[in-house]
């Protein structure tokens, strides 16, 4: 059994797909991988020996669908390759040598890190091709140090997507998220990103909700915070997790993980639970774990909708 058959062994059973009807979404993807100043030289990430970036966007993309029952299904509309370093706020850019000196040194990465957002913006147009609806959302592809935020809201009222909300300069008629993935790392690492993308829209859905009615909060129990009452967790913790990242713990707990598949019957009962559940350790296989759990029933529970994949796919809901 290959590593996606695993993957997908420990998700629901086949047929389990999503009660609401699909929907499709259109990413441009920007890359930026620098080659080598030579006659046919390598990009970045062949030189440094990390993964290819368009391997990494549709493996990402398969595992988004499958863990949305079908739900998310994205699609790059638009591709484009930068032979450069993106710019940072302060003008600055990397050239490819000074970046492979830092990089293989550890040493004198350049401060601030952060991108030009606005730059960015500006060079490829993004929010005339938002506005004319070419596409919903922007995947950047880079390095270690590239300066993305994991993902950045954008547009009308945009509000903390893991990141403070982004003031774009233009007239911009909807809401987008920026991602920015790091092709030194893997499908996992790209999972948690959209785990956090996921976990700050959710918070903002529940903001005015209290006590019980917050299910937002509920989901997120896990044993360190709410003993014997685990439910799924966070990104960074599994319903026993101890620490941070700790997604291969072994010891067992009780939790509630099983009713969210009967989303908004949370009625059930507990069961016990440990790593063994969402791939003892593996990052990308958790992630995949707790995506999985994200309700995607029809209807609504106090005035909000019961598929919350539909606010954490398009934030304009």
């Not at 988004?64 to 710019?87: M, T, W």
């Not at 990397?94 to 550890?106: A, E, G, H, K, V």
Request: aromatic content about 12%.
């Amino acid at each position: 059994m290959n590593l996606g058959d695993k993957l997908r062994a420990l998700l629901q059973p086949a047929g389990a797909v999503s009660a609401v009807a699909p929907v499709f979404r259109r990413v441009l993807l920007i890359v930026h991988d620098p080659k080598e100043r030579v006659a046919n030289g390598r990009k970045l990430h062949h030189i440094l020996h990390w993964h290819d970036p368009d391997e990494l966007a549709q493996q990402t993309i398969t595992d988004l669908r499958e863990a949305s029952g079908g739900y998310a299904n994205y699609e790059i509309v638009e591709r484009l390759e930068v032979d450069a370093f993106p710019q940072k706020e302060d003008g600055f850019q990397y050239d490819i040598d000074t970046y492979l000196y830092r990089w293989r040194s550890r040493t004198g990465f350049h401060v601030p890190d952060r991108v030009d957002y606005a730059a960015l913006l500006r060079q490829f147009k993004v929010i005339s091709r938002i506005n004319l609806g070419q596409v919903d959302e922007v995947w950047l592809m880079g390095f270690p140090y590239a300066g993305y935020y994991e993902s950045i809201m954008a547009g009308p009222d945009a509000f903390w997507c893991n990141a403070p909300p982004l003031g774009v300069n233009g007239r911009c008629n909807r809401r987008f998220v920026i991602m920015g993935f790091n092709y030194e790392r893997g499908v996992g690492e790209m999972l948690e990103s959209f785990g956090h993308r996921a976990e700050s829209i959710m918070a903002h859905v529940y903001r005015q909700k209290r006590g019980t009615a917050n299910l937002w909060e509920r989901f997120t129990r896990h044993e360190k915070t709410h003993p014997g009452q685990s439910e799924c967790g966070t990104v960074h913790f599994a319903p026993n997790s101890e620490r941070d990242y700790d997604w291969g713990n072994r010891r067992w707990v009780r939790s509630f993980c099983d009713n969210w598949h009967n989303f908004p019957d949370l009625n059930g009962t507990s069961r016990r639970v440990n790593c063994g559940e969402w791939g003892n350790g593996d990052i990308r296989a958790h992630h995949l774990w707790w995506l999985q759990h994200l309700p995607r029933a029809a209807g609504q529970t106090g005035g909000i909708v019961n598929n919350w994949w539909s606010y954490i796919i398009d934030p304009n809901n």
